[in-house]
C-alpha cells in the first residue's frame, strides 16, 4: 500500500471516530484532500484509494493535474481568488470556499451568469478578525446578506474559515463552536439554511468534526508535509 493510501486511512478512521464521539453520520462529512504543492502522481494515488475530493489554492498549478484526472473527482478551491481569476476558477473548479467580500461575491454571480452555471459557494469568515486572513467580518456578513441572498447564480452552502493558528487542536475548539453559532444565528436572522460548515485542517479536523464540520481540509495528514509556501496565508 503507498504511503499516502495509508495515511488516508488513517485519517479516515479519524473522521469516524470523530463522527461516532459526535452522534453524526460518518457520510455527513467530506474530506477534501488538500493536493496543493504535490505532483499529480499524489493525486492519482488519492484516487486509486477511493478519495473524490481535493482542494487547490492556485489556479496555474491545478489546472494540469485537474486535466490529467477523472472529470468524476470534485475540485475544490480553497486559495485567495482575486477577480481576474473568478472565469478561469468557475470553469475547472466545483466548489469556492473562499467568496470572502461581497465584491467578490457579485463578480462570481455575473461571472457565473455569463459562462451559464451555478456555482457553489462558501462565505470565508475572519473568524478570529485577523489583519492577515480573508474573510467577511460577523457585522458585514449581517449587513451584507440580504444582498448576498439576491445573488441569484451562488448557491451558498454555509460559512467557512481558518481560524488563528493555535498551540494544539482543543485551543481550536472555541473558533469552531463561533463559526457554528454564527451560522446559527444567520440561519435564524435571515430564515435561510446553511447546511456547510467548511472547517479543520490536518491538526485540527477531528475537534472540528465534533463541533459540526461538514468540509474538512486536509493536506498535510495525507500528503505529508509541504516543502514550500503557497501563498500569503497557509504554506
Ligand atoms: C493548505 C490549506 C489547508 C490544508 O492544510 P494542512 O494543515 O496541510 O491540512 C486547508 N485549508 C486551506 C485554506 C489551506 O490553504
Known amino acids: 500500500m503507498s504511503e499516502v493510501s495509508e495515511n488516508l ?3 479516515r478512521l479519524k473522521i469516524a471516530g470523530a463522527c461516532i464521539r459526535a452522534g453524526r ?4 462529512v467530506d474530506l477534501i484532500a ?33 486535466s490529467a484526472l477523472p472529470g468524476s473527482l470534485q475540485w475544490h478551491f480553497i486559495g485567495r481568488l482575486q477577480r481576474n481569476k473568478v472565469r478561469r476558477v468557475l470553469q475547472i473548479f466545483d466548489v469556492i470556499h473562499v467568496i470572502d467580500s461581497f ?15 451555478f456555482p457553489k459557494v462558501f462565505l470565508q469568515v475572519n473568524i478570529g478578525k485577523e489583519e492577515s486572513k480573508g474573510g467577511f467580518e460577523i457585522q458585514a456578513l449581517y449587513a451584507e446578506m440580504e444582498m448576498l441572498l439576491k445573488l441569484d447564480r451562488l448557491e451558498i452552502l454555509g460559512l467557512m474559515c481558518i481560524p488563528p493558528a493555535t498551540e494544539d487542536a482543543e485551543s481550536a475548539r472555541p473558533w ?9 444565528a444567520l440561519e435564524t436572522e435571515f430564515g435561510l439554511s ?9 491538526s485540527d479536523f477531528e475537534v472540528a468534526i465534533e463541533e459540526g464540520s461538514t468540509h474538512v481540509r486536509v493536506g498535510s495528514a495525507i500528503f505529508g508535509n509541504r516543502s514550500y509556501r503557497v501563498d500569503g496565508e497557509l504554506g
Open 34 to 66: 488538500v493536493s496543493k504543492t504535490f505532483p499529480e502522481g499524489a493525486v492519482c494515488e488519492a484516487f486509486e484509494a477511493g478519495q473524490f475530493h481535493f482542494g487547490e489554492s492556485k489556479i496555474q498549478e491545478a489546472e494540469p493535474k485537474i
Open 9 to 11: 486511512q488513517q485519517v
Open 194 to 202: 446553511l447546511p456547510g460548515l467548511s472547517m479543520g485542517m490536518s
Open 103 to 117: 465584491r467578490l461575491a457579485l463578480c462570481v454571480n455575473e461571472i457565473a451568469k455569463e459562462i451559464g452555471v
Open 176 to 184: 469552531f463552536v463561533a463559526l457554528r453559532e454564527l451560522r446559527n
Open 25 to 28: 453520520e460518518v457520510t455527513s
